[in-house]
């Protein structure tokens, strides 16, 4: 099954490690210093120039990549099936 991120952007749900909340896990120095190491190794690839709301961990071929959407987070749960196994 696919998922689609936004703009171009369609990834195999089967990559998917996670789906976070920008606003809400950016809080923590962790996961900033998570997307900013991300960034620096050249793994984050931005999906729109919106404001962001969601980001992306996938998995593919031992590579990481870290995607970074301008849709919400429960939308991208819901398109991709996993809205009736996880509680919001």
């Known amino acids: 099954m ?19 909340d920008l606003e809400k896990t950016t809080v923590s120095k962790t ?3 998570y997307l900013a190491a991300a960034t620096a190794a050249g ?3 931005t999906v729109s120039y919106e404001l962001p709301k969601s980001f992306i961990v996938t998995v593919e071929n031992g590579r990481r990549t870290v995607y970074i959407s301008q849709i ?12 009736d196994t996880i509680r919001l």
């Not at 696919?2 to 976070?20: A, C, M, N, W």
Request: overall charge positive; aromatic content about 8%; charged content about 20%.
């Open 31 to 33: 996961t900033r210093d």
């Open 2 to 20: 696919y998922l689609h991120l936004g703009q171009t952007t369609v990834i195999r749900s089967e990559t998917i490690l996670g789906i976070f």
């Open 43 to 45: 793994e984050v690839v």
């Open 72 to 83: 919400s987070p429960s939308t991208l749960l819901r398109r991709a099936g996993f809205i």
